[in-house]
């Protein structure tokens, strides 16, 4: 009862609370002067100088209190000030017992000393209303309360205990428990109306807090009664899909808010209409609506005891994505064809529509491989063969247009479907169309490039009556047709199937080759045609098969570019015939030279410079260098500059290079000026019939003439007989190599050859044979 409110109430309840009995001064001064009235009329009626001296002192307490009222106002007092507003309640408690003290001493003076009826009766009533006003004004302070109360009655409670009888002390306990009862009204009227405040502002924080939600939330919401009006809308929805202000529709029906949506243009008829019958029904669904602009929007409907609530989510960069991920699982990324499964998926329904209705019509599919292709990636690098790529899947939409299914395979492979093609006459003519529009060349920085392709035909139902079948039939025959040249046509037919087989088990086979050790270099000895003498060998790649026997490059070589493993089993022919040659050295042989075949991938390899500097027979030592010659044939030098450029690194580290099969290709002897090059060696299908075959004779002369003009040497290839090897002698061809002289032999037979001198098939050579 006597501790401060301090002690048991929140600090900002608190200093409310303080402030609040401080806040009626017109209500104190009314009371001030009505006791006043009241106690001196009393005291005129019984001429008491008590009572007068009671009235005189409701005036100096209630001066005071007033001043104290005044002071407080001008007092700062922060919300959560607690120690300046328990100062203040102490100064109002000693206010208020006063003000109480005088009234309880009115009424004993009334009781006790004046024996006057109306005195009695007048100052008990106004004590008894002050006692109301006090509940009424200081119910927030128990301890206020319960000391005026305490000071107003007590004095009264006594007054009937001393002057009256037994009534008027059965009246002294009744007040006293209207004093405890005072307090406990008191407490109610506090926990009441502080609860009531505490539930405000915890609803105003609430509402807040939700505003603040409704407001910050990326999605729009909308609440709908029963009756179709909007209860709740957040600023999302207008901002995003409405238009206008969301108090523009707050109270307004949800069909409003649909038709400001169609106006303004962000919904179509369909979508609002679908939107609009969901809400009405109060359903739970969820719906993907596609917006007027283009965007698209989710709403999920949720609905419960009459109320709706719509969720608008802008979906639109979700949608997009899926899109873009439903397009990559079906369509090529660089080319925008269809890939693989997708081409797959839409033949096999093709061919089961076809089937379902029994029609009569041919289906052909094309394979489409570009020749060479890796070549050009490993050349010019792959932003160049990303370009080319796309450029041949442009051209190929051109000659097929939108009413064939065309896709990319997956690396430079293209597959075309086309129905009702009425006779392979018909499909032999679109596929010369599209060889003459794939040759077409291709403009680049460094000059022009040609693509030519090879294409597999097969048709249904014919060869094959599924999807997959089909495929592998068209496959097999783009294999046939790469073998037969390239840049041609091949239809499958039913004898492709065990070379496609063979040819697959010799690429299995391959795979294994080095690491089964099955590989082995032969040398074919090269000798001066003037004076005989073995002046450098050449390194030819043999497989000796477990099952096939020995096998020469033209069995594997090409199965080899086209599966990507030239690269490992040229490295290997590298590394074993340096291996080779410094093995002649150490024995102290005479040296000579070693000549190796690069493919076009191997070439432009980085690991080809890598292999070379790090061997010690390419170090400048004491010892005598290798002298190494690297073979690349003409179509490798018409690649572009950067070969060229590769070229000239290897002569800078004392390589020579030659051209290999030159006069098989495009190269003109006019431009062998200008590439790096030291040796040109003479196809060995110029050699042949030599001594008979006057073009022949005319080819040999013009390229050895201009040759040794340009400063390079001269090898002729497949020299087989006497005649050949003189009639290039007169020519003054430098060097000559065949079966004249010997075959490919192992790296033993090379050493014993350097060890004897000898020169073998030439020694026993019949000029006449």
């Known amino acids: 009862m006597f501790k401060s409110a301090r002690t048991h109430m929140p600090v900002v309840d608190y200093v409310s609370i303080v402030r609040s009995v401080y806040k009626d ?58 120690d300046a507003a328990e100062y203040w309640e102490g100064r109002v408690t000693i206010g208020g017992v006063a003000a109480a003290l005088v009234y309880g001493s009115w009424c004993f003076v009334s009781l006790v000393v004046v024996d006057d009826n109306f005195s009695e ?38 007054g009937l205990f001393i002057g009256g009888d037994a009534y008027h002390w059965v009246l002294a306990a009744l007040l006293v428990l209207l004093s405890a009862s005072f307090r406990k009204l008191a407490g109610d009227v506090r926990a009441i109306l502080l609860n009531a405040v505490h539930g405000r502002i915890e609803a105003t924080r609430l509402a807040a807090e939700l505003d603040t939600a409704l407001a910050i939330m990326p ?13 709740v809308l957040n600023a999302q929805v207008v901002k995003t899909f409405f238009g206008g202000s969301r108090t523009d529709y707050v109270g307004r029906p949800f069909t409003d808010l649909i038709e400001s ?63 873009r991920i439903s397009f990559m699982a079906r369509y090529d990324g660089l080319t925008k064809l269809a890939n693989r499964s997708h081409f797959s998926d839409q033949v096999q329904a093709q061919l089961n529509e076809l089937v379902a209705r029994k029609g009569g019509e041919e289906v052909m599919m094309m394979i489409i491989d570009l020749d060479d292709f890796k070549h050009v990636n490993d050349t010019f690098g792959h932003p160049v063969g990303d370009m080319l790529l796309v450029e041949a899947a442009h051209r190929v939409n051109q000659v097929f247009g939108q009413d064939c299914l065309v896709a990319r395979f997956g690396g430079d492979e293209f597959t075309i479907i086309v129905e009702d093609v009425g006779r392979a006459e018909d499909a032999a003519a679109i596929a010369r169309k599209l060889l003459e529009a794939l040759a077409s060349p291709v403009p680049l920085a460094s000059g022009d490039v040609v693509i030519s392709a090879s294409i597999g035909i097969s048709l249904f139902p014919d060869d094959a009556s599924s999807a997959a079948d089909l495929t592998k039939a068209a496959d097999t025959a783009m294999y046939r047709a790469k073998a ?54 050449e390194a030819l790649l043999r497989w000796q098969h477990p099952t096939r026997g020995l096998l020469s490059p033209g069995h594997f070589i090409e199965i080899a570019e086209e599966s990507g493993l030239i690269n490992p ?201």
């Open 484 to 537: 037969g040249g390239r840049n041609i046509y091949r239809f499958y037919t039913s004898e492709l199937t065990s070379h496609a087989q063979e040819r697959f088990l010799l690429e299995r086979d391959l795979r294994h080759a080095l690491e089964r050790d099955e590989l082995i270099v032969h040398y074919q000895p090269q000798f001066d045609v003037a004076s005989g003498r073995l002046v450098g060998v």
């Open 219 to 231: 999605h729009g919401l909308c609440m709908v009664d029963k009756n179709g009006i909007i209860t």
């Open 569 to 769: 089993i040229g490295e290997w022919v590298l590394g074993e015939s340096l291996a080779d040659a410094r093995r002649w050295q150490t024995a102290g042989l005479r040296l000579i030279r070693l000549a190796v075949n690069l493919s076009g991938r191997q070439l432009m390899s980085d690991r080809l410079i890598d292999r070379l500097r790090a061997d010690p027979g390419q170090r400048r030592t004491g010892e005598a260098q290798i002298e190494l010659q690297l073979e690349v044939t003409e179509s490798v030098l018409l690649s572009g500059p950067a070969v060229v450029r590769r070229l000239e690194q290897l002569r800078q580290m004392g390589i020579d290079i030659a051209i290999d099969d030159f006069g098989t290709g495009y190269s003109s002897l006019s431009r062998l000026k200008h590439l790096p090059i030291d040796t040109l060696k003479v196809d060995r299908s110029f050699v042949q019939n030599l001594s008979e075959d006057e073009d022949n004779q005319a080819i040999v002369a013009a390229i050895v003439l201009m040759s040794h003009r340009l400063g390079l040497k001269v090898v002729a290839e497949g020299v087989e007989t006497a005649e050949q090897l003189a009639y290039l002698a007169g020519l003054q061809c430098d060097e000559a190599q065949g079966y004249l002289f010997s075959k490919a032999v192992m790296a033993a037979r090379i050493e014993t050859m350097l060890r004897e001198e000898t020169l073998p098939a030439l020694a026993h050579a019949d000029p006449e044979a």
């Open 121 to 158: 009766l007048i100052s008990v009533s106004m004590t008894a209303s002050a006692l109301v006003g006090i509940v009424a004004r200081n119910f927030g302070l128990d301890r206020l309360i319960g000391l005026q109360a305490l000071f107003a009655t007590g004095p009264v409670a006594l």
């Open 25 to 82: 001064r017109a209500g104190l001064l009314f009371g001030v002067f009505a006791s006043m009235i009241a106690s001196g009329t009393a005291a005129f009626k019984t001429d008491s100088v008590a009572l007068w001296a009671i009235s005189a002192l409701f005036f100096v307490v209630g001066m005071l209190r007033y001043w104290d009222m005044r002071a407080f106002m001008n007092a700062d007092i922060g919300p959560e000030d607690a």
């Open 261 to 323: 949506g169609l106006q303004s243009g962000a919904f179509d008829r369909q979508a609002a209409q679908l939107l609009l019958d969901e809400v009405q029904d109060m359903r739970h669904e969820k719906l993907v609506l596609a917006l007027a602009d283009g965007r698209h929007c989710e709403a999920t409907i949720s609905s419960r005891q009459g109320f709706s609530v719509v969720m608008l989510e802008d979906i639109t960069e979700r949608v997009r994505a899926h899109e």
